[in-house]
């Protein structure tokens, strides 16, 4: 039990005071920040849960029959034991760091980026400089005692990097950026300058992210097409639209080919510039480049049209490129539909719409519905029908309130047998009539006179649970039956 104390984390150790640390190591905080639960204090006082923290290590960690840590024992207990316990998931600094102070043992490269990724995605970062600084005082045993760099130092502290800037902790990733470059051998990769530049762009500091973007040129790393974007996005946003327009020719000069997030951040910039030509040139040109089409690119495209009144010219470019084979399948051109139909003008809707099917592009249930009521506005009922049946073949379900409000068109039209084999045709598609479906339908075939069809369906209903009593299954016959009555005393 001696033995087995001597190591043990000093904070685990009772009533006794933890030696100071080598000046290589870093220092044990007092506690971790935000703790789940009460966590053990690290003071001279026992309590229950040093306890039950000392038993915890014993068992999984110094066994009797192991008691010698090594960086593969150590990173199994934190992923595999400690990172699970409820109590002690914090405490993986603290042990960390009192590994370090044991003489025959030495973190290498997979304890450092485990203990570097759990502090950053938890956001402790005044635990995560100590780390960094101890990294630093402490290289990697695969570094061959300072004459190579350990290949994994790059990643480590770039995921401290990502972390800092997330936390628009600029300063903090500036600072980690450059202890990198110190460890690691020849130039850094281009996506952690593009980290950097990125969050200077969200914290509004262009100049500075133009800056840095400058010393990765003279630091000889080549841009790439996110590094691009991210300055060309950021030149938008700060109204300065020729110079992202430059940095896209400059971009192309440079052997970048530009991608579709490029062109959806320009053609966003000549629309909020009022220049809709030009963007919608800058849409040909990507087919020129043979660069795909995203949906966001006609979200951009159709939206930016339609709210400045050019709806018809949305369409026939929607329809153009449709045809030119280019049009994402997942487009839901559901906004298009919208403006069309709230103008009066669901013909053309229907027109877009039959076009745009024939290539594929299958519209949303939204669209289809939307479509339906303009169509029931002009009461072109005819259409609308013929909408909702190809629908219905397609496996694209109306809610209940459209399709029951086109079926009461269609009776109140007297078409109540088309409505009827419209329900029956939802039925096989997994849509079944409710209450007021059949209700509408027995009442249509009531004005129209045909009592088999009425007493048949009320019969369904009856069968379905949809007539409460024997009353209301009188009214319906009853109703049916003086309808044909009424149509003999006018013969």
């Known amino acids: 039990m001696a033995g087995l104390k001597k190591k043990l984390p000093p904070i685990l150790i009772h009533n006794k005071s933890p030696s100071p640390p080598p000046a290589s190591s870093i220092p044990l905080p007092s506690r971790p920040e935000t703790p789940p639960v009460t966590l053990p204090s690290v003071t001279l006082t026992p309590t229950a849960h040093h306890t039950h923290l000392l038993r915890f290590l014993k068992t999984h960690l110094l066994t009797p029959t192991n008691n010698q840590i090594t960086p593969s024992s150590l990173l199994h207990f934190l992923k595999s ?13 603290h042990i960390f760091a009192w590994a370090s102070t044991i003489d025959s043992f030495r973190h290498d ?15 402790r970062f005044s635990e995560l400089h100590s780390v960094l600084n101890f990294i630093s005082a402490n290289p990697c045993p695969c570094s061959n005692d300072g004459i190579f760099s350990c290949p994994e130092m790059e990643r480590i502290f770039h995921f ?32 952690i300058y593009n980290v950097l530049i990125n969050g200077f762009v969200k914290c509004r500091e262009f100049d500075k992210a133009l800056g840095f973007y400058d010393r990765m040129v003279r630091d000889r790393v080549k841009p790439d097409v996110v590094t691009f974007n991210i300055l ?8 300065k639209f020729d110079l992202a327009l430059g940095l896209f020719r400059e971009m192309r000069e440079k052997g970048c080919n530009p991608n579709v997030v490029s062109f959806n951040t320009l053609i966003r910039g000549f629309f909020g510039e009022r220049k809709f030509d030009e963007g919608v040139n800058m849409a040909y040109e990507m087919i020129e480049l043979g660069c795909e089409f995203s949906s966001v690119t006609f979200e951009i495209l159709v939206d930016g049209l339609c709210n400045e009144g050019r709806v018809l010219k949305a369409c026939e470019l929607v329809i153009d490129f449709s045809r030119r084979g280019v049009l994402p399948k997942d487009f839901d051109y559901f906004g298009l539909v919208e403006k069309l139909c709230g103008e009066g003008n669901a013909g053309r809707a229907l027109e877009v719409v039959d076009e745009l099917w024939k290539k594929g592009n299958l519209p949303s249930v939204v669209a289809c519905t939307t479509l339906i009521e303009g ?14 049946e190809k629908m ?11 399709f029951n409000c086109l079926l009461e068109d269609l009776c ?6 088309d409505a009827d084999r419209l329900r029956l045709l939802a039925s096989t598609k997994g849509l079944d009539p409710d209450g007021m479906t059949y209700h509408i339908l027995v009442s249509g075939y009531t004005r129209e006179n045909k009592r088999k069809e009425g ?37």
């Open 81 to 93: 034991k400690l990172h699970h316990h409820p109590q002690f998931t914090h405490y993986d600094f």
């Open 109 to 123: 490269h997979t304890t450092f980026l485990f203990i570097v990724r759990s502090l950053a995605s938890s956001y």
């Open 160 to 191: 401290a990097v990502n972390a800092f800037v997330k936390a628009n902790r600029m300063n903090d990733g500036l600072l980690a950026f450059e202890a990198m470059r110190k460890f690691i051998d020849g130039r850094p990769s281009v996506s």
């Open 232 to 239: 060309i996005s950021g030149f938008c946003r700060n109204k």
């Open 375 to 388: 169509l029931r506005r002009l009461r072109k009922g005819v259409e609308a029908s013929g909408l909702m």
């Open 392 to 402: 219905l073949k397609e496996g694209i379900l109306p809610d209940s309130v459209t």
């Open 412 to 417: 109140d039209v007297g078409r109540t047998v």
């Open 455 to 491: 007493e048949n369906l009320v019969n369904e209903m009856l069968d379905e649970g949809f007539i409460p009593d024997l009353v209301t299954y009188n009214s319906y016959m009853d109703g049916l039956s003086n309808a044909r009555k009424s149509v003999r005393q006018t013969r």
